[in-house]
């Protein structure tokens, strides 16, 4: 008889291991699961915030080069603008957009690179500068 409740406590110890083990289980498949889902909102989360940075980015670029001339032989200023944001950017620009572009890129051209006035402009009495239509060696 006391090998019987020696056989039968070592089988009930042993059940109640295997029904720890098998929960133990659902427990680890369960937060796989959890996993998988976090991983994937997270890659979600990236993609998103990385399409709105550059949504930001878009909005403040700086173009940089040569001057544009106001004219082209065959096409105006705010055409090629247009024309090579829109290649190159996949962005279309309003009229007002680019025509504050060439303001800022003329009114750069007209100060020195800390923004005062260039030596061979004169200020007028309201503060603002006008060149000096002169040519250089008659300026003296």
């Known amino acids: 008889m006391a090998i019987e409740e020696s056989?039968?406590?070592?089988?009930?110890?042993?059940?109640?291991?295997?029904?720890?083990?098998?929960?133990?289980?659902?427990?680890?498949?369960?937060?796989?699961?959890e996993t998988k889902e976090l991983r994937r909102r997270l890659?979600?989360?990236?993609?998103?915030?990385?399409r709105r940075q550059q949504e930001e980015r878009r909005t403040s670029l700086i173009f940089s080069g040569p001057a544009i001339q106001t004219l082209t032989r065959r096409e105006d200023a705010a055409n090629l603008i247009r024309s090579r944001v829109q290649q190159h950017l996949r962005h279309s620009l309003d009229s007002s957009?680019?025509?504050?572009?060439?303001?800022?890129?003329n009114a750069r051209r007209s100060e020195s690179s800390d923004g005062?006035?260039?030596?061979?402009?004169?200020?007028?009495?309201?503060?603002?500068?006008?060149?000096d239509s002169r040519p250089r060696h008659d300026r003296r």
């Open 7 to 33: 056989l039968s406590f070592a089988m009930d110890s042993l059940k109640a291991v295997s029904d720890r083990q098998n929960s133990a289980d659902m427990d680890i498949i369960q937060l796989q699961r």
């Open 43 to 50: 890659q979600q989360m990236e993609l998103s915030e990385d």
């Open 97 to 105: 957009q680019v025509k504050a572009m060439i303001r800022l890129k």
């Open 116 to 131: 005062r006035p260039r030596r061979d402009s004169k200020l007028q009495r309201d503060g603002s500068a006008r060149r």
